[in-house]
């Protein structure tokens, strides 16, 4: 006897549910993961990077006190509020701004100064601070660095050209430094200055800035020179206007804080990710979307931000953030060859194993392909989980020279792509590879383990 099957209909995803979906191009999500605020940024269906910016000082600048210098590390521990101790390296003390007392080229315990949070306490080790309190904007930065002028590496050689002598044409430059805006031009009086009267004045003991040239300051070369010195004179407001408050303000103040959309999208943007990773942003929080809306207005015009408000589907399970971030702490990553990564984060360094597994095929080409492979995910995983210090990898070990360069110049190339330092430095005749990443933040891992997120 013989049944009719109906035939099974087709599932229709919804144009704006499909484009949701796509991550080709990248995109940067924001959601609460677990109970904490999470950024994710997913490219082609991969967890790329992490944040979970709640708790991290990293940027905020406080009015700290010097409790007591170490001459023999050539470094001083400041207190930035009541008990809470941090450390200061001299070399990020040459151009102090003391609010006690006028700089004499020493600092001296119970001396008070705005530092600036640049990593977060890591186990035993107590956050880093620097006293070069800096301020940038889309196209310029303002540093404490004696009115020296620098470019940034992506500007070519006739964009740098270009941009000095407009800067030079409206007086921000001469003979190649910064001129404080009430200082006039001095010994160049031929110069035609188009800085105005309007630029504060620098408040006493404030450290002479150098200025550096942003990337985006090349849409500018030709633009109008009021549109070049308005952008100048917006951060020099800024900047000044930072130091004659702080001149003013108690010890232990906050001067800047780091909860603003403002300072997250700096933090990530500045630690995380380069803005061509990602074309959208998505967020389901109502509160967060119209905050993003204005930053994205201001700084990213060209990328797409879109509210998520299905409520029968959450954005994290959209996404699959909970199994993303899993794999993320396993130890164990499989590579699409049949290979695979063992990771062993220890007290001291970080081993990463690699094994060609399942995979079969002759002995060099095989330990060549999966090498290359796993020098990719390597450089992604480092990313991903936030690994710093020492980094040891143990690649399969290969005969030929040629093997060797190829995979080192892989590895190079894919970890030069992170925005923290990440230095490789080269493979024993084993097959051992050294690589270094600055600390900055918590490995995730140990983020998440702290905020009872993982057990």
């Keep these: 006897m013989s049944r009719n099957i109906s035939e099974k209909s087709t599932v229709t995803i919804p144009e704006a549910e499909f484009g949701i979906r796509k991550t080709e191009a990248g995109k940067l999500i924001f959601t609460r993961w677990r109970d904490k605020n999470g950024a ?34 050539n470094a001083c521990f400041v207190e ?50 620097t006293a070069h309190i800096s301020f940038a904007n889309d196209y ?10 620098g470019f940034s590496a ?11 002598r407009r800067l030079e044409e409206t007086g921000i430059l001469s003979n190649g430094f910064l001129v404080p805006p009430e200082s006039g031009i001095p010994g160049n009086s031929d110069a035609v200055s188009l800085v105005g009267g ?17 990337t985006r300051a090349a849409e500018l070369a030709e633009a109008p020179a009021e549109l070049l010195l308005e952008q100048f004179r917006l951060l020099w407001k800024e900047y000044t206007g930072f130091f004659r408050d702080a001149s003013h303000r108690t010890c232990f103040s906050c001067l800047k804080r780091t909860d603003t959309v403002d300072d997250l999208m700096a933090r990530i943007l500045n630690q995380l990710m380069n803005v061509n990773e990602f074309s959208e942003l998505v967020t389901d929080d109502p509160l967060l979307y119209p905050q993003l809306e204005e930053y994205c207005r201001e700084h990213l015009p060209g990328k797409t931000l879109r509210l998520y408000e299905d409520s029968l589907l959450s954005l994290s399970k959209l996404y ?11 130890a164990h990553v499989w590579l699409k060859s049949g290979g695979y990564l063992m990771i062993q984060p220890t007290e001291a360094l970080t081993v990463i194993d690699v094994n060609s597994g399942k995979y079969e095929g002759r002995k060099e080409d095989a330990f060549l392909k999966v090498n290359l492979e796993a020098a990719v995910e390597i450089a992604r995983q480092i990313r991903l989980r936030n690994l710093s210090g020492i980094i040891i990898v143990d690649f399969i070990n290969m005969k030929e020279g040629k093997s060797r ?11 030069s792509q992170d925005k923290v330092k990440t230095v490789v430095v080269d493979m024993t005749p084993l097959g051992l590879v050294e690589i270094t990443r600055r600390k900055i933040t918590k490995p995730l891992r140990e983020a998440l383990a702290e905020n009872s997120a993982v057990k």
């Excluded at 310029?140 to 002028?149: C, G, N, R, V, Y």
């Design 198 to 214: 309007d630029f504060p004045a620098s408040p006493a003991g404030m450290p002479s800035p150098g200025l550096i040239v942003r």
């Design 405 to 415: 360069v190829q995979v080192m110049d892989c590895l190079k190339e894919k970890v």
């Design 154 to 164: 992506k500007l070519d050689k006739d964009q740098r050209s270009r941009l000095k």
């Design 320 to 330: 699959s953030l909970d199994s993303r971030v899993e794999e993320a702490l396993g």
């Design 80 to 129: 930035i509020r009541s008990g809470e101790i941090c450390f200061l390296s001299l070399k990020d003390a040459q151009f102090p701004f003391l609010t006690n007392r006028l700089f004499d080229g020493r600092i001296l315990e119970g001396d008070e100064l705005p530092v600036q949070v640049i990593r977060d306490a890591q186990k035993t080790k107590q956050p880093s601070v």
């Design 40 to 73: 994710f940024l997913i490219q082609r269906d991969r967890l790329t990077a992490v944040a979970f910016p709640d708790g991290s000082k990293v940027g905020g600048i406080y009015l700290a006190r010097v409790a007591n210098v170490v001459k023999n590390i």
């Design 140 to 149: 310029f930065a303002l540093t404490p660095d004696s009115q020296k002028i």
